[in-house]
């Protein structure tokens, strides 16, 4: 790289960065808030992970993170190990994290980032969807200012109507403009609309509505004929100093089943999330380097460990900001490192700012991402790909929505399993792979027999890794005498051809099998 071309890479890294902590700092207090930690726990991750975790993993692009896909499960941890005191809660889901981090480093040294590699998309994305739901609801009281709202997710949807007839006037009419900021903003034509993140605008209109409502001194005001309270309460709190932030864990239920239960899903939820993140966002990399997962698994469970210890709430490579920080230019690392750094220069020069944010304006935030986590695109994106990854994407929903993410995860995956072996593929056959290959100067073939299926897939793609020489411009995957072939596979195999820098992939045979859906990827099985 030429010194101009150096100079223009910091340079882009450090524009990126910034717009990205523009976007990070109102996220991060949201997620903390609505996970039950304190608010300033989030932008201490995000610190972490661009400080200290941006040049452990191999990930150039992603940021590391709070991320809204863990509210659910630590919010859950800090109400169930806490028994209603959410201080001791916080500091006993800190150990859980602490032990979690420590599972997510034994998963990297034992090289397990693959697996989450071979994880059924609409599994994934029925997850997604389920936390979305549960964002939605437990938001939709912080943006109407109704104090102690708390229940199930399904039983807090079915409350928002009682919530609206209690919300706090002013508090609401600030929750609502902060919503169309969000929503409108990006629309109009004007070039401020494209260069200024959304979130960024709606602090700078809520706070000076915040200011006008005087909501940093308690006082009681009348709408309609009614009496209401607005004060600092509804405003975020941080420590006088990011030092006094500073919390260790609790370890003296650690051992308990409902501790067990949560660091199971950390260590399992946040590493598939965070592994399917970087995945995406190398398919986004403009120069489409491809990350190491063992590597990346690794950096995020000691970002994870330091987070744990220190107060922090569990980090990932955060999907949202990473594309954003593409869209913002970025070319290497560099760009989380720095915006973990303009993070830091925030909260030790802007602390008093950020004590003037509503709460609102944050739920307001966290109710778009929970809104287009389950938004109605997802759902039909599920219903075209078959009726089999409709079913996967819902069934994983409703399970998440009735129990938690874990059973949730784990019914979607035994339900793919048993619609397999419900077509033929035999409880044997789906974790088997018979395969040659051959390879013929610039063209690797695959021919691949039987059936081809999410369980089997790590085999496929070893056999291809093993062969795969500088010299391959062509990747052949031969299905003529398969007996069927999943979503999963075809569509993994397409992300891995995004991986290869010069080869290509055709596959063939494939229009020999007949399709459940019109979609390209659907389920497809030999007629008898």
């Known amino acids: 790289m030429t010194d101009k071309q150096n100079k223009r890479s ?46 452990l993993g191999s990930a150039e692009l992603t940021i590391k993170g709070p991320a809204a896909g863990l509210i659910v499960i630590a919010l859950g941890a800090v109400t169930e190990l806490g028994h209603g005191n959410m201080t001791l809660g916080y500091r006993r889901a800190l150990a859980v994290g602490v032990v979690a981090a420590v599972i997510q480093i034994l998963f990297a040294l034992f090289r397990a980032g693959k697996f989450a590699w071979m994880m059924p998309p609409f599994v994934v994305h029925g997850m997604l969807a389920a936390i979305g739901v549960i964002i939605i609801a437990k938001q939709a009281p912080v943006v109407m200012g109704v104090q102690g709202a708390k229940g199930e997710p399904l039983h807090m949807l079915m409350e928002i109507p009682h919530y609206l007839m209690r919300a706090n006037p002013e508090i609401l009419l600030l929750g609502a403009v902060s919503l169309l900021v969000l929503l409108f903003f990006p629309l109009l034509p004007w070039k ?44 975020v709190q941080l420590p006088g100093a990011l030092l006094s932030a500073i919390t260790f864990p609790d370890f003296s239920v650690i051992t308990s089943g409902a501790s067990i239960k949560y660091i199971a899903m950390f260590a399992l939820v946040g590493s598939i999330e965070s592994l399917l993140s970087v995945i995406a966002v190398d398919t986004m990399d403009p120069e489409k380097r491809a990350s190491n997962l063992n590597r990346d698994l690794l950096a995020t469970g000691i970002g994870n460990l330091a987070c744990a210890s220190l107060g922090g709430l569990p980090m990932i490579s955060e999907i949202v900001r990473s594309r954003a920080n593409i869209d913002a230019g970025a070319k290497s690392r560099w760009s989380n490192f720095f915006h ?39 759902f039909k994106h599920a219903w075209d790909a078959g009726w089999d990854q409709f079913l996967l ?24 399993i048993v619609l397999h072996a419900l077509r033929g593929a035999g409880t044997l056959r789906m974790f088997s792979l018979n395969a040659k290959h051959e390879a013929n100067g610039k063209q690797l073939t695959i021919y691949a027999e039987g059936a081809l299926t999410f369980l089997n897939l790590l085999k496929l793609r070893g056999i291809i890794e093993k062969n795969m020489t500088d010299d391959v411009e062509e990747v052949v995957v031969d299905f003529t005498q398969a007996s069927l072939v999943d979503y999963t ?6 992300m891995m051809a995004n991986e290869w820098p010069k080869a290509s992939l055709r596959l063939v045979g494939i229009e020999s099998l007949s399709g459940l859906s019109p979609h390209p990827h659907a389920f497809r099985r030999r007629a008898n």
């Open 393 to 416: 994407f819902a069934t994983t929903l409703v399970v998440t929505l009735m129990s938690d993410l874990l059973i949730g995860v784990a019914s979607g995956v035994l339900l793919k």
């Open 489 to 494: 596979t075809q569509e993994k195999l397409l």
């Open 340 to 378: 973990g750094g303009y993070l830091l220069i925030f909260i030790a020069v802007l602390a008093g700012f950020v004590q003037m944010i509503p709460l609102a304006a944050l739920g307001a935030m966290l109710l778009v991402v929970g809104t287009r986590l389950a938004s109605l695109k997802e």
């Open 192 to 235: 401020a609309a494209k260069k200024i993140p959304a979130p960024l605008m709606v602090l700078l209109v809520a706070v000076p509505l915040g200011l006008f409502f005087d909501m940093s001194h308690q006082h009681k005001y009348m709408f309609s004929g009614s009496s209401f309270v607005i004060g600092p309460r509804y405003l």
């Open 10 to 55: 910091w340079v882009g890294d450090a524009v990126s960065g910034f717009m990205v902590s523009l976007i990070a700092l109102p996220l991060c207090l949201g997620i903390a808030m609505a996970s039950g930690f304190p608010p300033i726990a989030g932008v201490l991750t995000a610190i972490i992970g661009g400080l200290v975790v941006s040049h």
